[in-house]
């Protein structure tokens, strides 16, 4: 570089000004030390002298350019070229949104309630005085039904690919604090959440934790806990799973929803123990799938498989029992039959429902668990309830409000919170897929919630948009050739991945068992036959497995 001027300053400027815009990369430069020299009041003075530069340390001193101008320039090139490439992103974001208002929240004489001041006391208030087991007896005890919102965590995954973020939770707590005080828990961690806080949000879900926590320390908080998984996608060393327990209690985290992707009861004890260690309530959970009312076609999950499921469970000395209706199946018959048998066998036991809205018939089914004898259901917020989400948090308030099924919820308190989610999801719009309404094929394809909007995705991306009935229906198929599988994260991964498999390579079911010792299987396939999950109900198909591994 050489620069020149009519003096002595407009040469040193010239030359500082085109070192600046200078951008060199890959390889180290000095131009930082020229910089520094440039700038450096006893070289601008010109009172130098021989050893000057070894007299000036600081000229030594290196400085770490950010770059943004260039960086931001590049970022609006890609995006005029290319458009936006966001992972998980399905449309281009809505233009002229503002910032969600925070709702005035009114108590029942209509008076403004100041939600900066504490909020009133609620279940965690038990459960840090008395303890899980008797926390949990005082929810059996509790007349009238409790809620758990899932808006935090599973509705949000279900309908927009986990993408909330830590600010838009922190933002409503305060609220979300007082008005719904009297609700069970509020689920907020676990699941997707966890690696997508990382991957895609650029989050810490342990700040996440610590921040809502501080906001919100009247209600419960629940995280979903993949037994021996925890909340990874595969098999852990048993003391990361017993740490990572213990870690998430010490964080905020009250209630464990702990489940295994199989029913395997060898892995769910992993998990049992590890959160009894960690002094946090174990919700122990059955998967639910199939149609307890209809033993002919799923005859491995009748209603006895499910008691004996719960017997096991229940030797454990687990504090509450939870049902995961994983894809929406639970119709109200069913429901009256399972959970009232299990009332019947375990009458101290507290029942915790979950479900989704996928056919539309999830508030049927939670009232009719409720009059079964349930003690907790899942709801979301109204509008981000319904479809693959959980079912309307408002309408069952609604419908139970007066009755041995109270909710103790007030109706205007739910509204206030549902103008501003209805506002936020405005600003997620790009990450919905547009499953716009109920869809009873899932009683066919028995695919959970949180899975359906995430493979419609796949589906589009990998372009087999417009083969997405296929696709439903290489969905059951490649359930049934799997030997009817209990199918949540992560072995409905396994499902999801067959059926795209199949439908990509224009495979029928048969097809498939006659070719599988020459066809090349995903990798979530070949590590679920070789057993890196556990044991399926009723064992594997051992010809199918043996040629596939």
């Known amino acids: ?56 340390p600081q000229l030594f001193t290196a400085t770490k350019f950010r770059n943004r101008a260039a960086k931001l320039l590049t970022y609006l090139g890609d995006l005029a070229v290319n458009g936006c490439r966001i992972q998980g992103q399905v449309t281009a974001p809505l233009h002229g949104l503002q910032e969600p208002a925070i709702p005035v929240l009114a108590d029942a004489q209509g008076n403004k309630v100041d939600v900066t001041t504490a909020p009133p006391p609620g279940w965690r208030d038990i459960l840090m005085r008395d303890g899980p087991a008797a926390f949990a007896q005082a929810v059996r005890r509790h007349k009238g039904v409790l809620i758990m919102d899932t808006t935090w965590r599973d509705a949000h995954q279900s309908l927009l690919a986990t993408r909330l973020r830590t600010h838009d939770m922190e933002r409503i707590a305060p609220t979300t604090a007082h008005a719904l005080s009297n609700a069970f828990a509020l689920e907020m961690w676990g699941g997707a959440t966890f690696d997508v806080a990382m991957r895609f949000l650029h989050e810490d879900p342990w700040d996440r934790l610590d921040r809502l926590r501080r906001l919100v320390p009247n209600i419960p908080f629940q995280m979903l806990l993949r037994g021996a998984n925890a909340v990874g996608y595969t098999s852990y060393p048993d003391n990361v799973v017993y740490e990572f327990c213990k870690q998430a209690r010490d964080h905020g985290v009250d209630v464990f929803r702990v489940f295994d992707s199989l029913n395997y009861v060898e892995n769910l004890k992993l998990g049992i123990d590890a959160v009894r260690k960690a002094n946090g309530v174990i919700e122990a959970t059955v998967c639910y799938t199939g149609d307890v009312t209809d033993p002919l076609r799923h005859p491995k999950y009748t209603l006895e498989y499910y008691l004996d499921l719960v017997d096991e469970l229940v030797a454990l000395d687990i504090h509450i029992l939870g049902i995961k209706d994983m894809a929406g199946l639970l119709k109200p018959r069913a429901a009256r039959l399972l959970v009232g048998a299990i009332r019947e066998r375990h009458p101290n036991l507290p029942i915790h429902i979950h479900t989704h809205d996928t056919a539309g018939a999830g508030v049927a089914a939670m009232i009719a668990c409720a009059e079964a004898g349930a003690d907790i259901i899942d709801l979301a917020i109204d509008s981000m309830s319904g479809v693959t989400s959980q079912p309307c948090m408002g309408a069952f ?79 059951a198929e490649a359930n049934r050739i799997c030997g009817d599988l209990v199918k949540v994260t992560p072995s409905s991964k396994v499902v999801g991945d067959f059926a795209q498999f199949m439908v990509s390579n224009h495979l029928t079911a048969d097809e498939v068992v006659e070719r599988a010792a020459t066809l090349s299987f995903p990798k979530s396939v070949v590590e679920f036959f070789q057993g890196y999950l556990g044991q399926p109900v009723g064992g594997f198909p051992e010809k199918l497995r043996a040629d596939i591994i």
């Not at 440039?38 to 070894?54: A, E, N, P, V």
């Not at 936020?424 to 899975?451: C, I, N, W």
């Open 397 to 475: 308030v609604a419908a139970v409000e007066g009755s041995d099924y109270d909710t103790g919820i007030s109706a205007n308190a739910i509204q206030s919170l549902n103008g501003y989610w209805e506002q936020t999801r405005l600003l997620y719009a790009s990450f919905d897929p547009g499953v716009k309404a109920s869809d009873t094929s899932v009683y066919l394809h028995e695919m959970p919630g949180g899975q359906y909007t995430n493979l419609l995705f796949q589906a589009q991306s990998l372009g087999l948009g417009t083969r997405w009935n296929d696709v439903k229906s290489a969905y």
């Open 1 to 56: 570089l050489t620069c020149s001027g009519a003096t002595f300053e407009k040469a040193r400027r010239r030359t500082l000004a085109s070192l600046v815009e200078f951008r060199i990369s890959g390889v180290k430069t000095n131009m930082w030390f020229l910089q520094r020299l440039l700038s450096d009041q006893t070289f601008i003075s010109g009172d130098c002298w021989t050893t000057y530069i070894d007299d000036t």
